[in-house]
């Protein structure tokens, strides 16, 4: 199928792939939809389409689920030995470290995200979470326990793959996403039916050429493309699903968890989040600005840990705005693969509607725009300038929603109890992230044993490592993702009491 707009900057290898006839891989075959039915992918700098993708619907995945589900059952994933898994594994890692500039190519001209970021962060960490997850796979292990009462039992625990696992994806980070799920999976002997971003499907769609290449069994690993109703609902729904992994909106975390009720499947969630920034003022100011900046415009502020709400202490609030502000000014914006892009567009149509929306609401109920607001000044594709808001209050849309975008909202405090600026910190549904800025170690401790969230960042924020867990409190999830945490997602625990 020809492809419709394609940036002339791209390399050969990566515009043959996006004009190819696109295929999902189900059962170690890349075949299209059972309907014949595609749907368009577009280039978010544009708006154009790009190429076009199989649309999975209900039979697609229940393919897909069949074929995973003798793979798990009959055929030698699971079986095989954990060194022999974590060795493909480590494969996986070093066939896309070998297609680098091609798979950051494919995520800028997707996503949106500026192609130098996606080379030297999606790409490498995505290599580098295969390569952590490959290692675990021959460490997985159970415990010998003596028992409480001494009776003449030898008792142990074994570890074991919990079976067939859906997981669903976003398209803020499409392949970093993709690897988070598949490695710790793969390396747990489970086998998988991923399904992809309807918007951004295309490093998913190599990825699952990698995999075959790299020797993954034949229905070890399937790869959808499709939209939330017709692929994602009746997947998190099957009865022969033993697991659902999804990262996305609260909203539809909560859809996923009322799906899986119907055989009470495993899920965990990784959900939203409205994660604070707390500067004080001893902080050094250069750094909280350059860091609390890149909080909440780090891959266009389409982060579900970005740091959208900025509190900073009234003596250094002036300064601080300031400096951001003259950020967000400064930042270029452009397509991500123009080499002078620090900025690309937002997603999509719909993701661009949503975050002028609230600039719009948050402008409306009287906050004041100390940078950026909801003109882009570019002629076409879904940009949204960087944008500073003050004069706000707790009851605002743009303070207590997510936003998803380039938008913060800065708010002064002046409180010397550090339990009142926790309270604050905390007046949310969510508890995903945050970071504090401060060069005191005693109220860097204290806070961080305060904020009710998952992560919390000292002097940083949007620092992130393979071996570190990383998931929310209350609405933004259950479960973690990463690190030796994540492996606990895809086990199941097993007693084993001998009579001596």
Request: proline share 6%; charged share 20%; with cysteine.
């Amino acid at each position: 199928m020809a492809t419709l707009s394609i940036d002339p900057r791209v390399s050969g290898r990566t515009a043959d792939f996006v004009a190819t006839d696109h295929r999902m891989l189900i059962d170690g075959r890349f075949v299209p939809a059972a309907s014949g039915k595609t749907f368009p992918v577009y280039n978010p700098a544009t708006g154009e389409i790009l190429t076009h993708v199989p649309e999975a619907e209900a039979e697609d995945v229940n393919r897909a689920v069949l074929a995973a589900r003798r793979a798990f059952d009959e055929g030698p994933w699971p079986r095989m030995a954990p060194s022999e898994r974590g060795r493909i594994l480590w494969k996986i890692a070093d066939l896309i470290e070998q297609h680098t500039d091609e798979f950051a190519e494919l995520e800028s001209l997707d996503n949106g995200k500026p192609f130098a970021v996606a080379r030297v962060a999606d790409v490498p960490l995505t290599v580098d979470m295969f390569r952590y997850m490959a290692g675990w796979a021959t460490k997985i292990s159970g415990k010998t326990l003596p028992l409480s009462a001494g009776y003449d039992f030898h008792s142990y625990t074994l570890r074991e793959p919990i079976g067939v696992v859906a997981q669903i994806i976003p398209w803020n980070f499409p392949l970093l996403m993709a690897a988070w799920k598949l490695a710790p999976a793969l390396a747990c002997g489970c086998t998988v039916i991923l399904k992809l971003a309807e918007q951004t499907p295309l490093t998913g769609l190599r990825l699952a050429q990698v995999m075959d290449e790299a020797g993954v069994p034949a229905g070890a690993v399937n790869v959808l493309t499709g939209f939330g109703e017709g692929a994602g609902a009746p997947l998190a729904a099957h009865d022969l699903v033993d697991k659902v992994a999804f990262t996305g909106s609260t909203e539809v975390g909560k859809l996923i968890v009322k799906a899986a009720a119907g055989n009470l499947k495993k899920v965990t969630l990784e959900l939203g989040g409205k994660s604070p920034a707390i500067v004080f003022p001893d902080a050094k100011i250069d750094q909280a600005v350059s860091g609390t900046a890149s909080a909440i415009f780090f891959n266009h502020g389409q982060c579900c840990c970005a740091g959208s709400r900025l509190y900073i202490h009234e003596k250094v609030f002036d300064q601080v705005v300031e400096g951001v502000s003259n950020i967000a000014s400064d930042i270029k914006l452009a397509p991500g693969l123009d080499p002078s892009c620090q900025m690309g567009p937002l997603v999509s149509d719909e993701q661009y509607r949503k975050v002028v929306s609230y600039i719009e609401s948050g402008i409306a109920e009287g906050a004041r725009v100390q940078a950026g607001g909801p003109v882009s000044g570019v002629e076409r594709g879904y940009f949204v300038r960087p944008t500073v808001l003050t004069n706000t209050n707790p009851r605002m849309k743009v303070v207590q929603e997510e936003i998803f975008g380039p938008v913060v909202c800065a708010v002064p405090f002046g409180d010397k109890d550090v339990d009142a600026i926790l309270k604050r910190a905390n007046d949310t549904v969510f508890g995903l992230a945050s970071s504090v800025w401060t060069q005191d170690l005693s109220m860097a401790h204290k806070v961080a044993r305060g904020i009710r969230a998952g992560t919390v960042w000292v002097n940083c924020h949007n620092v992130f490592d393979a071996s570190l867990p990383f998931g929310g409190y209350k609405q933004s999830g259950w479960g973690r993702e990463m690190g030796e945490e994540v492996l606990n997602n895809y086990l199941e625990t097993k007693a084993v009491t001998v009579a001596l």
